[in-house]
């Protein structure tokens, strides 16, 4: 084959929108050099058959950045790339039945405000007046964006292929990928036309994205944790009324979601076209005798519509002219889904060098905007917003099939649902137990999933409303707002403790270790003996990730790190390790448990402990307790007088039965939050991303310019010191109502967006609502006055000193 390219600079497996979009990208960007092989056509998986839906809505900030980028983009697409094409403007209704729904609209208008989109909260007779074909009888409002829209999916996906193909790229269809190998630093891309060599690689594959993953297991990948879901929509045949309607008005009715119920209803041509999403809903290909086909392009389940008879029912009631056509067409198509239902875009976990762009629920609204940082992961490394909430990293190995199909399952039936913040959703539960988890469970515990691992978030008692229902709200208080606040007090009074399996633990030594990482972070090392915060910076001096360093030698190191962040953090470490250093994973081997409160030392001191108890904050020594060996380290992120008990799995129920036995109350991981904020103790992911620099952070103590060595970001947080930070982060004490803020909650100040914030919470020792969050540098001042739009209501803010709301001088946990 003369013309079959034999090197590239980027390889894309799969031509769907996705591929396609990476593929343009990469062209637009000067990376004309690039081959994407397609087995089939182009559009042969999901995207030939998509209603073509393109909605800005996402519950969550990242997504939401890709759609918006997306329907941005689809503007100008045609004229961009001179390929005409059929996208429909149309706007979008989403109803809400309920005070909590129409809060979470309240929510997203605000998110959309800060995005520069204008969603708008109606009542139901304005819902009426936009769709008049509507029953609104028994709505409690809804929310309009003037943006939403459809687009033909086979079209989209072509301009992105014109696109590229015109800036030099080469697309190759009919030509699967069906092998890699690796020679050296290049990756060799295996098809039946001949070999590509190529620098990168990335998983484009769509529904197929699990079986192409297996190829790259010899090089340390993993099983993509994914499952193929049925996804069905209809066509009606035309409906006179609608087609009347359209003609006079010179438009189509907005696109309807009934988000309570679970559907999404548009017009398509003069006929209306139904999708639910299901809670009977089917997953396929996930049993023996079913097996995924070698190849199912252009290919459709057959009908199952009595799976749809309910929601078919409430539409009809909905917009009664539904009723009147017949059905012309079902679509019965393969969806991927991964465990959450949001897609994975950037590094393939485990494997240099190759990246992944695949598990798409809403590829044809997010295509766009996964191109965009699909490119951005491979030509940089990194990316312009903090994409977490979609890095293939967040998962690690608890995601077995059974927890993948329990998820895909629950998530697929709950497309729309709110996701309430204390709920804990059932499926697929119970992947990783600490050593004390039955202890736990008969203590009351209200467990939690992180990572897997399974911890209290409050402990219940005897009578309490631990029901599912009782967490269908966004209020701060329900029934475990009494025992969040009693565990808090015991913590501030007395002492508690937190069985915490899974922090993500590594081991670093070898001669060298610690000036190499003094070249990773941007602060200064512990001394031997001496554990501190070390913060990892990107190019741009962004906060790629924190981990504390236990310092056991001279180049002997444990790095402890969240249990969220095992593969992210291990992959920044484990890139270009030098020869001679080892790093190894021990997070299943041992556990945690932090024993805190001002009666904390006299707990030791009772139970025999052979440590120095008189030993400073941020010490660390080997140690037994009750005789047990453990390793103590003095910290506590609750911010009291503490210790965090180290020990091997074996040694932890011993240790935790004479903590616990020696009056230690156990509290969970909502009291510790509600207590690090009264500290100022930043969260990974949610206060420290890629999208704030570490001096916006406020973390400038962790920083040291002078140091003799380079690290990454130097440069970037030279300049910016130079220069001035443009924002800053705050600790704001809110003049909340029943809730408190939300994550990407915006702040207001003089009519205008000024910032967002990262967390919030109450505070039960300053008894007050507390945000974290980002502001202009110029209004970072303490006293002053800003608002926090909370689920739609403004409420007044005062920004605070640069210290701790709770015990300012750090008296207590220095005692
Ligand atoms: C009925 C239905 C309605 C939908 N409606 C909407 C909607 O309204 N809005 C919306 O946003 N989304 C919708 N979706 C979802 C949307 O279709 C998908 O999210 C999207 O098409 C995924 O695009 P993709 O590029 O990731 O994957 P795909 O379109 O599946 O593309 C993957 C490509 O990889 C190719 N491939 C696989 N293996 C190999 C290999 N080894 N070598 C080379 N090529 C390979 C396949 O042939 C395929 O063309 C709908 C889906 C269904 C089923």
């Not at 309607?245 to 017009?267: A, C, F, I, N």
């Not at 007395?494 to 070898?510: K, Q, T």
Request: glycine residues 10%.
């Amino acid at each position: 084959m003369a013309d079959f390219p034999t090197t590239a600079r980027v390889v894309i497996i799969g031509g769907g929108v996705v591929g396609t979009s990476t593929l343009y990208h990469l062209a637009k960007a000067g990376w004309a050099d690039c081959v994407l092989l397609e087995k089939n056509e182009l559009t042969a998986g999901s995207t030939w058959h998509a209603a073509g839906n393109v909605p800005n809505f996402a519950g969550s900030w990242a997504v939401m950045n890709m759609q918006r980028y997306a329907a941005a983009m689809y503007r100008t697409l045609g004229e961009d790339v001179n390929y005409p094409m059929n996208y429909h403007v149309t706007g979008s209704i989403r109803l809400g039945h309920s005070k909590e729904r129409m809060q979470e609209f309240e929510r997203v208008a605000s998110m959309g405000a800060y995005q520069g989109l204008e969603m708008t909260i109606c009542t139901p007779d304005e819902l009426k007046e936009m769709h008049p074909f509507m029953e609104t009888h028994d709505l409690a409002g809804g929310l309009w964006d003037p943006l939403d829209g459809d687009i033909d999916p086979a079209q989209l996906t072509q301009a992105m292929a014109k696109g590229a193909r015109d800036l030099g790229a080469r697309i190759e269809r009919f030509c699967p990928a069906i092998g890699i190998e690796r020679d050296g630093d290049e990756w060799i891309v295996k098809t039946p036309k001949g070999d590509i060599r190529c620098e990168y690689v990335a998983n484009c594959a769509g529904y197929y994205a699990q079986r192409v993953g297996e190829m790259f297991k010899p090089f340390g990948g993993r099983t993509v944790p994914m499952v193929t879901m049925s996804h069905q929509y209809f066509l009606t045949e035309p409906i006179p009324e609608l087609e009347a309607w359209t003609k006079e008005k010179g438009h189509k009715v907005p696109l309807l979601r009934d988000v309570d119920t679970s559907y999404y209803l548009r017009q398509d041509k003069s006929g209306l076209n139904l999708g639910p999403y299901e809670r009977n809903c089917k997953a396929h290909w996930v049993t023996p005798d079913d097996p995924m086909p070698e190849d199912f392009s252009f290919q459709l389940y057959p009908d199952d519509l009595e799976r749809l008879e309910y929601y078919i029912e409430d539409a009809m009631a909905r917009v009664p002219i539904l009723g009147t056509a017949g059905v012309g067409r079902n679509i019965n198509g393969p969806i991927p889904y991964a465990p959450d239902g949001l897609p994975m875009v950037g590094p393939m976990p485990g494997v240099r060098n190759a990246f992944e762009g695949h598990c798409f629920t809403f590829g044809i609204a997010q295509g766009g905007g996964a191109g965009k940082v699909l490119s951005e992961w491979i030509m940089h490394g990194e990316t312009e917003m903090d994409m977490w909430a979609v890095d293939p990293r967040r998962y690690t190995d608890y995601t077995d099939h059974d927890h993948c199909l329990a998820k895909a399952l629950e998530t697929y039936g709950h497309e729309y649902a709110m996701h309430f913040p204390h709920h804990a959703w059932p499926a697929g539960r119970d992947k990783k137990l600490s050593p004390v988890h039955d202890r736990v469970i008969a203590a009351g515990g209200q467990m939690g999933a992180y990572n897997g691992w399974e911890r209290a978030n409050w402990f219940a008692q005897e009578g309490d409303d631990t029901s599912e229902e009782s967490t269908q709200t966004w209020d701060r208080n329900g029934p475990w707002a009494k025992r969040v606040k009693e565990e808090v007090e015991a913590v501030r009074d007395s002492v508690g403790v937190l069985d915490l399996p899974g922090f993500s633990r590594f081991n670093l030594s070898g001669e060298g270790a610690a000036e190499w990482l003094r070249g990773r972070i941007a602060g200064a090392l512990p001394k031997v003996g001496r554990m501190n915060l070390a913060y990892f910076p990107d190019s741009r001096g962004r906060i790629l990730t924190e981990m504390s360093l236990m310092r056991h030698g001279e180049d002997h190191f444990t790095l402890i790190t969240a249990a969220t962040a095992q593969w992210h953090d291990y992959e920044i470490l484990s890139r270009n390790l030098p020869d001679g250093l080892s790093l190894t994973d021990h997070t299943t081997e041992y556990s945690t448990l932090i024993v805190t409160g001002p009666k904390s030392r006299d707990l030791f001191e009772g139970l025999g402990t052979e440590a120095d108890l008189s030993a400073s904050w941020l010490s660390l020594q080997p140690a037994k307790v009750s005789g047990i060996d453990c390793a103590l380290a003095r910290v506590s992120f609750a911010g009291e007088l503490g210790w965090e008990i180290h020990a091997a799995n074996a040694n932890i129920p011993a240790l935790y039965d004479a903590v616990v036995g020696a009056g230690a109350k156990p509290f969970g991981m909502w009291a510790l939050n509600s207590m690090r904020m009264e500290k100022g103790y930043r969260a990974w992911k949610g206060d420290l991303s890629t999208d704030y620099s570490l001096l916006e952070a406020g973390l400038d103590r962790f920083v040291k310019l002078d140091k003799p060595q380079d690290f990454p970001g130097k440069a970037a947080l030279l300049a910016e010191t130079q220069q001035g930070v443009k924002k800053r982060f705050v600790t704001l004490i809110v003049d909340a109502g029943d809730q408190d803020a939300p994550y990407m909650s915006t702040v207001w100040h003089n009519g205008e967006v000024v910032g967002e914030t990262t967390s919030g919470d109450w505070g039960y020792r300053v008894d007050k609502s507390i945000a974290l969050g980002m502001v202009r540098a110029e209004l970072a001042e303490p006293g002053t006055e800003v608002e926090i739009n909370i689920f739609g209501k403004m409420c007044k803010a005062t920004v605070q000193p640069d210290q701790p709301l709770w015990d300012p001088e750090n008296a207590r946990i220095r005692a």
